[in-house]
């Protein structure tokens, strides 16, 4: 009798690399140690060409998850916050995003979900497109990942709050900053047109 091949296969490889991933960090699972903690044997090498490729596969995964978590957001400054607490939470999924996989998940041409969420609410509140919030967005992003950096290095409680408590309050400003320069742009082109 043929085998069954088992559909989920690929979906319980990728829960048992996150499992080890979040307990071990870097460098992380073998192939097989992910083959046992899934319950298969070689099956994890006819996926995964090697331990690289395991891992950008995992970092598309834990991508994919910040994505959702942080663009369910109701509003711009819940989406930053999200994102800052998931980083804290996952703080090993988080290495992994800006560590080795990073030019495959976020490189020139990748999907960037959380970016175009962010441009798309920044023109609905502020006015214009969203590709006039560019430098926004990436003044929102250098802040949150550094702040995210800091915070998964391992500083103390009271490190972590003033860490934390000055980056929301500095993006807090930098957003409501840009209807200021926006109603600021609009009176000087108004007055220069009449």
């Known amino acids: 009798m043929p085998r069954v091949a088992d559909k989920h296969l690929d979906g319980r490889i990728l829960q048992a690399a996150q499992r080890l991933w979040r307990a071990q960090g870097q460098p992380g699972p073998t192939l097989r140690s992910v083959a046992r903690e899934a319950g298969t044997t070689t099956t994890v090498y006819r996926r995964f060409r090697n ?3 395991l891992l950008i596969a ?9 994505a959702d978590e942080a663009t369910s957001a109701a509003t711009i400054e819940e989406c ?6 998931f980083a804290e ?5 988080y290495r992994l995003l800006w560590g080795p996989a990073w030019s495959e998940m976020y490189g ?4 960037r979900p959380i970016k175009d969420w962010l441009l798309e609410k ?5 006015g214009g497109r969203p590709q006039d919030y560019e430098r ?7 802040l949150i990942h550094g702040a995210a950096s800091l915070l ?8 972590k709050a003033e860490i934390r408590n000055n980056c929301l309050a500095i993006c807090d400003g930098l957003v409501a900053d840009v209807g200021v320069q926006r109603a600021r742009d609009h009176a000087e082109l108004s007055a220069s047109t009449s």
């Open 51 to 53: 331990k690289d490729a």
């Open 58 to 66: 995992l970092a598309e995964r834990v991508r994919s998850k910040l």
């Open 80 to 85: 930053y916050r999200r994102f800052l607490r």
């Open 89 to 93: 939470k996952h703080p090993h999924e």
């Open 108 to 111: 020139p041409g990748r999907p």
């Open 122 to 126: 920044l023109a609905e509140r502020y």
């Open 136 to 142: 926004t967005y990436y003044a929102l992003f250098f």
């Open 152 to 159: 998964i290095a391992g500083a103390t409680a009271a490190g």
